[in-house]
């Protein structure tokens, strides 16, 4: 089998809430998603989608996507795509870093594997380890009362988990961590993500405010090594995301003990391929993980299904699913939130069948 053409689409997917805020004043109100659609000789195209959160959260921006498949592109027409090991080497050889880029390329040729085989891609990634997958909920940066309002009406939604915007002033960030831990239960889950924004100084400050709460603390400040000090003066659970983006990483701050869950974003390590290989290293080492992804709508949600229910359950701190917090359908066949959880779909491959209609004529054709 080889690869043919690639397929780039442009799709638009504004928020149901209208805006999503988080630290240093960043917000976005329509995010640009790309979809990929990679074409082999034997007639089965596998699909993917990559959608980064603007160009101010991590090194990639959406324009950033289809440029480099551009760049990538005409180098992968001919190669096999239910070989995912040169592949990936291969990719890393043509582009060096920017791993985004690759990640539809990778999560698109599991897709084919998938329907080569006749198996969902959770089978190919493990097999199941659970049924369904529990989801948390993201609460957009807002006034201490607001966001607790907002909590409340996703718990009635069947949420248990919840990611609190923060990173912030410290005195507003303190608030709205006691605002929103008091109205939850025993049991359901606060992680107070600050995504970099606090100075070591106030990191400490609300660390310390807030000792007594059950809360967790997610990447307080910008770089691993302001974080991992944090780290050190606090007995609260500690997550990182944004400073996690590699083996590399991983394997560093697992000899460094500087987290106790961290954030698997696939399209930020560069695809399935990839995670995977960091979800097995890290359910090795005994650590929970939030899977997930930068954004993204149907095809990205159904991604992180195959990777989170192959995930033994233990080490699925949690997942998300990204097309409730848009407007806009992209795929038929997409894991759909029921009383808080998901589900990976049975069918060959990831099981969605893109909506052209919505998608439009391809931005860019590649054979």
């Keep these: 089998m080889k690869i043919t053409a690639i397929k780039v689409f442009q799709v638009d997917l504004p928020l149901r809430e209208g805006r999503y805020n988080w630290s240093g004043g960043n917000f976005m109100e329509v995010f640009d998603s790309t979809v990929v659609a990679v074409e082999t000789d034997e007639g089965i195209t596998g699909y993917a989608e990559c959608c980064p959160l603007g160009s101010a959260y991590l090194p990639s921006y959406a324009k950033g996507v289809r440029a480099g498949l551009a760049e990538i592109g005409p180098r992968l027409i001919g190669h096999d795509p239910t070989d995912l090991g040169p592949l990936n080497r291969h990719m890393d050889a043509v582009l060096r870093g920017h791993p985004y880029v690759k990640a539809p390329v990778d999560i698109a040729c599991w897709d084919i594997l998938g329907k080569v085989a006749g198996l969902p891609v959770y089978k190919l990634l493990g097999g199941a380890e659970q049924e369904s997958i529990a989801l948390y909920r993201a609460i ?26 923060v990173g912030g002033d410290a005195n507003d960030d303190i608030a709205r961590i006691e605002a929103c ?45 302001e974080s991992i000090s944090i780290r050190r003066r606090t007995t609260l659970p500690f997550v990182l995301d944004e400073n996690i983006g590699s083996v590399g990483d991983l394997v560093r701050g697992i000899g460094d003990d500087a987290f106790d869950v961290i954030n698997l974003k696939i399209s930020k390590v560069g695809g399935l391929t990839k995670a995977k290989l960091m979800r097995d290293l890290c359910v090795a080492h005994g650590i929970p993980m939030t ?40 795929a038929a066949g997409a894991p759909e939130r029921v009383a808080g959880r998901m589900t990976a779909s049975d069918a060959p491959g990831l099981g969605i069948t893109p909506r052209f209609g919505v998608l439009g004529e391809p931005v860019l054709v590649i054979n």
């Design 140 to 165: 957009s940066q807002e006034d201490s009362a607001v966001m607790a309002d907002k909590i409340a009406g996703y718990r009635a939604e069947g949420y248990t988990k919840f990611q609190l915007k």
């Design 291 to 330: 899977i997930e992804d930068t954004w993204g709508g149907d095809i990205v949600t159904a991604t992180i299904a195959h990777l989170a229910r192959s995930t033994p359950e233990r080490f699925c701190f949690t997942a998300t699913d990204f097309n409730s917090y848009v407007t806009v359908s992209i």
């Design 181 to 225: 831990r008091a109205i939850l239960k025993p049991g359901d889950i606060l992680v107070a993500d600050a995504n970099t924004g606090w100075t070591m100084a106030d990191a400490a400050r609300v660390v310390n405010a807030v000792a007594d709460l059950d809360v967790y603390i997610e990447q307080p400040c910008m770089s691993y090594e």
